[in-house]
């Protein structure tokens, strides 16, 4: 038997982190489309505090974890993403604290952030909002709900209306 040599294996999934800094005209949040006011922070190796832009964010769990007295002080919302090759039990603590979690994906087919919102919502019964962000379509809101997740970033151009 020959192995064919055209058939590629699919890459192995990548650590879903948010490259750059994004924010999404729009959230869907209790079944309803509004208007987003939080920015996503990248991950970046020297990012700090001072770096940080006004208003309301989500920023990486490592600067959470690093600076979260500094970040606590802020007047608007600070927002912890944990990206799907992190863990929640690294924020289980802090839970208490954060209003929002985010749970950035790149690809839709990796379900780490799914099993993410499931553990923070049952083992750790976080009651705040997880928001799904990136690569998030229409036709999964209602896997990503049942597991947990209650407001959702569709990219720019997604039907938000579908």
């Known amino acids: 038997m020959v192995a064919n040599r055209a058939i590629k294996a699919r890459a192995k999934a990548t650590p879903d982190?948010?490259?750059e800094n994004i924010a999404n005209a729009k959230v869907?949040?209790?079944?309803a489309?509004?208007?987003n006011q939080m920015i996503h922070i990248a991950e970046a190796e020297t990012l700090s505090?001072?770096?940080l832009p006004q208003g309301s964010m989500s920023v990486p769990l490592s600067l959470w974890l690093a600076s979260k007295l500094e970040l606590q002080q802020r007047p608007?919302?600070?927002a912890v993403q944990i990206a799907v090759d992190e863990f929640?039990?690294?924020?289980?603590d802090d839970l208490s604290e954060i209003d929002c979690v985010v749970l950035p994906t790149v690809n839709f087919v990796d379900g780490r952030a799914y099993s993410h919102a499931y553990k923070l919502r049952t083992q750790f019964n976080f009651k705040g909002e997880i928001r799904a962000v990136g690569d998030v379509h229409f036709d999964h809101l209602n896997f990503l709900a049942r597991c947990g997740c209650d407001a959702f970033?569709?990219?720019d151009g997604d039907d938000h209306q579908a």
């Open 88 to 92: 929640p039990e690294q924020l289980a």
């Open 33 to 35: 489309v509004h208007d």
């Open 76 to 78: 608007e919302p600070v």
């Open 28 to 31: 869907i949040k209790g079944g």
């Open 17 to 19: 982190r948010i490259q």
């Open 153 to 155: 970033e569709l990219p």
């Open 49 to 51: 505090v001072a770096d």
